[in-house]
Nanobody
Framework: QVQLVESGGGSVQAGGSLRLSCAAS????????MGWFRQAPGKAREAVAA???????SYADSVKGRFTISRDNAENTLYLEMNSLKVEDTAMYYC??????????????????WGQGTQVTVSS
């Protein structure tokens, strides 16, 4: 079965950086759409960034220019490089995988395979 394991979260000050990783098993990530999503307490889960199976990225407007999504096919791992972090980026970050068309990549409801999440906390 599909297993996604996130790591790399932590606590940083505003303006800092973190790199999240999502190690996948049970699938080859270059044949799936893969995404990063986040959920803050009391808020709905929202998209952060995603890659289609060809590696074309999509980003939420709130993170464009600050976050970069990438993948290493050999390691079967998805990454999220987060720079210039803001307090409002504080959330649980989740990795997800599914066969999603490129124009729907940022819709969390279309993903059926999820990791357990990694917490990112940004302080002022």
């Amino acid at each position: 079965q599909v297993q996604l394991v996130e790591s790399g979260g932590g606590s940083v000050q505003a303006g800092g950086s973190l790199r999240l990783s999502c190690a996948a098993s049970g699938i080859s990530i270059n044949t799936y759409s893969m995404g990063w999503f986040r959920q803050a307490p009391g808020k709905a889960r929202e998209a952060v960034a995603a890659l289609d199976n060809e590696g074309t990225p999509s980003y939420a407007d709130s993170v464009k220019g600050r976050f970069t999504i990438s993948r290493d096919n050999a390691e079967n791992t998805l990454y999220l490089e987060m720079n210039s972090l803001k307090v409002e980026d504080t959330a649980m970050y989740y990795c997800a995988a599914d066969r999603v068309e490129w124009w729907k990549l940022l819709r969390p409801s279309l993903y059926n395979n999820w990791g357990q999440g990694t917490q990112v906390t940004v302080s002022s």
